[in-house]
């Protein structure tokens, strides 16, 4: 089974970055696609950002594009989201999902979470002054 574990969450300035990290074990992230969500207090969980096991394909929400890169280190077995320029609306639990690649291939919408089987725990992101 995948575990994955979310780190990197804190307080930040408006205008600040942070990198998240997602470590996974139990299996290897080359066959298994990576997406980060977050969820605010009193909204619904949001897709932010996807990567792709096969071919390192990436998809950004358009409320981050431009300011958000992710990235695998196959190495580390880790999927990291550098995130830049924070806004105070960023403001939330951050949780990386894994789902198997051949799952997905057919799918849309990559930023759905109910296609993810594994989820991490979470961590906080707050941007504020």
């Known amino acids: 089974q995948l575990h994955l574990v979310e780190s990197g969450g804190g307080l930040v300035q408006p205008g600040g970055s942070l990198r998240l990290s997602c470590a996974a074990s139990?299996?290897?992230?080359?066959?298994?696609?990576i997406a980060w969500f977050r969820q605010a207090p009193g909204k619904e969980r949001e897709g932010v950002s996807y990567?792709?096991?096969?071919?390192?394909?990436?998809y950004y929400a358009d409320s981050v594009k431009g300011r958000v890169t992710i990235s695998t280190d196959y190495a580390e077995n880790t999927v990291f989201l550098q995130m830049n320029s924070l806004k105070p609306e960023d403001t939330a639990v951050y949780y990386c999902?894994?789902?198997?690649?051949?799952?997905?291939?057919?799918?849309?919408?990559?930023?759905?979470?109910?296609?993810?089987?594994?989820w991490g725990q979470g961590t906080q992101v707050t941007v504020s002054s």
């Open positions: 990567i792709s096991s096969s071919e390192g394909t990436t």
């Open positions: 999902a894994g789902q198997l690649g051949l799952v997905l291939q057919a799918s849309g919408n990559k930023l759905d979470p109910t296609l993810y089987d594994y």
């Open positions: 139990g299996f290897t992230l080359n066959y298994y696609d």
